[in-house]
Nanobody, 121 residues
Framework: QVQLVESGGGLVQAGVSLRLSCAAS????????MGWFRQAPGKEREFIAA????????YYADSVKGRFTISRDNAKNTVYLQMNSLKPEDTAVYYC??????????????WGQGTQVTVSS
């Protein structure tokens, strides 16, 4: 079992940066593909970023490409999401996910409980 705990969310103004962390426990995530999703009120959960086991490959949704950066530190069993130039439409609950194969389908083995990010205009 892998437990994922997100942190770093909060209320910020548009244009600033925020870094989310996803700390894993239970077992090493070094063999897992990791990803970030978000869900805004009244909307479906949306894939936003994924990173391969080694961190050598990353994938982004068009909505965040160029503004968000996913990274991982396998030694710390932690994944990060650096969010720059935040916009009000980035407001959502952000979830971390892990899967042995891929996270982009949303059918992930493990999920965190989420952290709220609110961006005011």
């Amino acid at each position: 079992q892998v437990q994922l705990v997100e942190s770093g969310g909060g209320l910020v103004q548009a244009g600033v940066s925020l870094r989310l962390s996803c700390a894993a426990s239970g077992r090493s995530i070094s063999s897992y593909v990791m990803g970030w999703f978000r869900q805004a009120p009244g909307k479906e959960r949306e894939f936003i970023a994924a990173i391969s086991w080694s961190g050598g490959n990353t994938y982004y949704a068009d909505s965040v490409k160029g503004r968000f950066t996913i990274s991982r530190d396998n030694a710390k069993n932690t994944v990060y999401l650096q969010m720059n130039s935040l916009k009000p439409e980035d407001t959502a609950v952000y979830y971390c996910a892990a899967d042995k194969r891929t996270v982009r389908t949303g059918m992930c083995d493990y999920w965190g409980q989420g952290t709220q990010v609110t961006v005011s205009s």
